[in-house]
């Protein structure tokens, strides 16, 4: 009976919302999640601390010049032996047990390591976006960890750019609007990301005061296909150029998309046709630094 009702409580997790009016029936996949879940609870700190985490770079391309502007910080997970992990692995999990205040931090520090080492090599330094989590957001001390951080590499805080998707914009829209204006007057170039997956993107828009708008890669992809979304894309651009918002496109695949950015007004670029996520490596070689 006990297991009977451990199943049952299994189940009753994976339905979201009320439990009362909803139900789920108990599958062996559940079970298995379950002990995938604990397995990789059981080896992040190790993970973390023996290096296992990956600082991977995708390039931002200036779609005119084709050449590199910027980089955005994406991890993954160098595991012993199931091999290279990406994300989908595991932040879901690390977002839900806190794990990702943890991982996030050491993956802005990796940024502003490299950010250090290309203005020590005198090279122009290249602007790195990282991912700020929904549960940093509400930590009371994020300015104060940046500032550390930046500090301690003693790089231009305008180099570490800041990536908020709009999926948290939910709740305590108030709340939210301190913090963000809070990091941007500390020095901090704020991107919204993944504009066009969510619900809130126009009022968001007009309230926070982000320096530059991430076009979600599935949104791209289906609007390009049509007329009437080719025209959503031209205008998203036209009103964000006209209230200063820079625009970067993620998810470009092919060349017929970054020719219709461009003729929108759209000039950065980020996506498979230029580059996947590469290894810190890879990215100096390619953007000669
Ligand atoms: P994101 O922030 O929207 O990152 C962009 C994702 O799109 C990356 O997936 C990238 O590999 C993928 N992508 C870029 N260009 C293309 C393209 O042309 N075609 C296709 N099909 N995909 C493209 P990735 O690296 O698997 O990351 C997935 C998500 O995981 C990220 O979405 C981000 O939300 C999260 N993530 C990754 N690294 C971190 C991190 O260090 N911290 C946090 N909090 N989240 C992270
Ligand atoms: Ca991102
Ligand atoms: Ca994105």
Known sequence: VRIICDYAN?????????????????????????????????????????????????????????????????????????????????????????????????????????????????????????????????????VETLDRMTGRYNIPKKLLELEITETIFYDNQEELLKKLNKLKNAGYKLLMDDFGSGYSSLNMLKNVPFDVLKIDRNFLNETLITDRGKKIILHTITMSNDIGLNIVAEGVEIQEQADYLLSCGCCVAQGYYYSKPIRLNDFEHLACL
């Open 10 to 142: 299994m189940a009753k997790k994976t339905v979201k919302g009320n439990t009362i009016k909803y139900y789920a029936f108990y599958d062996e996949s559940m079970r298995k999640k379950l002990i995938c879940d604990k397995n990789i609870e059981n080896e992040m700190y190790t993970a973390l601390d023996t290096g296992q985490f990956v600082m991977f770079l995708q390039p931002k391309y200036d779609i005119k010049t084709s050449k590199i502007i910027g980089a955005e910080a994406l991890v993954r997970w160098q595991h012993p032996y199931k091999g290279l992990l990406t994300p989908d692995k595991f932040i879901p999990l690390f977002e839900k047990n806190g794990f990702i205040v943890k991982l996030d931090e050491y993956m802005w520090e990796r940024a502003c390591c490299s950010i250090r080492k290309w203005i020590d090599n005198g090279n122009p330094p290249i602007p790195v976006s990282v991912n700020v989590s929904r549960l940093h957001i509400g930590d009371p001390n994020l």
